[in-house]
């Protein structure tokens, strides 16, 4: 296993309520990234956070916020929640220096 | 921005028969190209990687090979087995000092049967 876990497993929401997901990691990368990965389709890319300072944000509105913590860890925040934001969101950690990314087991999020 | 294009979308084989993937990217910038396997239900794992100063890399099984010229990379694996049997993805970033972002192909769903 990668040492990124995620919370929480699995998550049921309602159109319009906020929701904030979680992510850390044993070895101290001190980059992070979020994807959200739709059904059958490839991870697409939210934001990167390196020392705590978003560092590069895909093609998502700015109700998806996040955070990163003094000890990497870190959350994804999403407001106003439609149907559509109802995926497998993973986030990934890495080394600023070293390209690798290595994924936790994701969080199941369901928007009724 | 970056896109990339993978193919075929499914691939059935026998067991120890080799698979190959295909995958283009259109920024001549991305510099590094990961591989991930996804079986159901479970995160993607990073299987093999390569950058772009090195045209071929071996891993056992998996290899990967990566034409700049042409923007191509695949993933080849040889001796297949049932346990071989995810959906794999490719990927391309450019990566700097800071971190990288990954754009992902659309994944293959690999099938290897007895």
């Known amino acids: 296993e990668t040492g990124v876990t995620q919370s929480p497993t699995h998550l049921i929401k309602t159109r319009g309520q906020q929701v904030t997901l979680r992510c850390s990691s044993q070895?101290?990368?001190?980059?992070v990234s979020w994807y959200q990965q739709a059904l059958g389709q490839g991870p697409q890319f939210i934001f990167q956070?390196?020392?705590?300072?978003?560092?590069g944000r895909g093609n998502f509105p700015p109700r998806f916020s996040g955070l990163q913590f003094p000890n990497y860890s870190s959350e994804l925040n999403v407001n106003a929640l439609e149907l559509d934001d109802s995926a497998l969101y993973l986030c990934?950690?890495?080394?600023?220096?070293?390209?690798?990314?290595?994924f936790g087991p994701g969080t199941r999020l369901t928007v009724l | 921005g970056e896109n990339v294009e993978q193919h075929p979308s499914t691939l059935s084989v026998q067991e120890g028969d080799s698979a190959v993937i295909k995958c283009t990217y259109s920024?001549?910038?991305?510099?590094?190209f990961p591989w991930y396997k996804q079986e159901l239900g479970k995160r993607p794992q990073l299987i093999i990687d390569?950058?772009?100063?090195?045209g071929e890399k071996k891993d056992q099984r998996i290899a990967v090979t990566l034409n700049k010229t042409a923007k191509h990379f695949s993933l080849h694996i040889t001796e297949t087995q049932p346990e071989d049997s995810a959906v794999y993805f490719c990927?391309?970033?450019?990566?700097?000092?800071?971190?990288?972002?990954?754009?992902f192909g659309t994944g293959t769903q690999l099938k290897v049967e007895l």
């Open positions: 990934a950690h890495g080394s600023g220096r070293k390209n690798e990314q290595f």
């Open positions: 920024d001549s910038a991305s510099n590094y």
């Open positions: 956070y390196y020392r705590e300072e978003e560092n």
């Open positions: 070895s101290g990368h001190n980059t």
């Open positions: 990927a391309a970033s450019i990566s700097t000092g800071g971190g990288n972002k990954l754009t």
């Open positions: 390569i950058r772009s100063n090195v």
